[in-house]
């Protein structure tokens, strides 16, 4: 896996594509008006720093990209798919503190 220290933006058109090409990838979904998302994405953002190389981040704006969000069952954001070798493996739904969030999704690598 290439070492990219950020969150990578997904929309319905790339979805299958990047899951597929990744080993293990967190997917975002949120929106810009989710005070919620808001809280979550600085923790996403450092989390992608620290795990560069390990796991992929990524955000999929379910207001521009709502066949994804519909096709997962995305009821209420933020809410976290995580993803080992193209299979769904867990799901967070809303924010939580980093330790917490961190300790759910290491528990996959």
Do not use: C, Q, W
């Given at each position: 896996?290439?070492?990219?220290?950020?969150?990578?933006e997904?929309?319905?058109?790339?979805?299958?594509e990047i899951i597929r090409k990744s080993e293990f990838i967190v997917v975002d979904f949120w929106a810009s008006w989710c005070p919620p998302c808001r809280i979550?994405?600085?923790e996403?953002?450092?989390l992608a720093k620290d795990y560069a190389g390990k796991i992929?981040?990524?955000?999929?704006?379910?207001d521009k990209n709502?066949?994804?969000?519909?096709?997962?069952g995305v009821m209420s954001i933020p809410t976290?798919?995580?993803f080992k070798k193209g299979k769904l493996v867990d799901r967070i739904v809303g924010?939580?503190?980093?330790?917490?969030?961190?300790?759910r999704i290491t528990q996959h690598l």
């Open positions: 896996m290439s070492r990219i220290d950020h969150p990578i997904i929309t319905d058109e790339n979805f299958d979550l994405a600085p996403i953002d450092s992929l981040f990524g955000k999929l704006d379910v709502p066949s994804t969000a519909a096709k997962y976290l798919l995580i924010a939580m503190p980093r330790k917490l969030l961190e300790d």
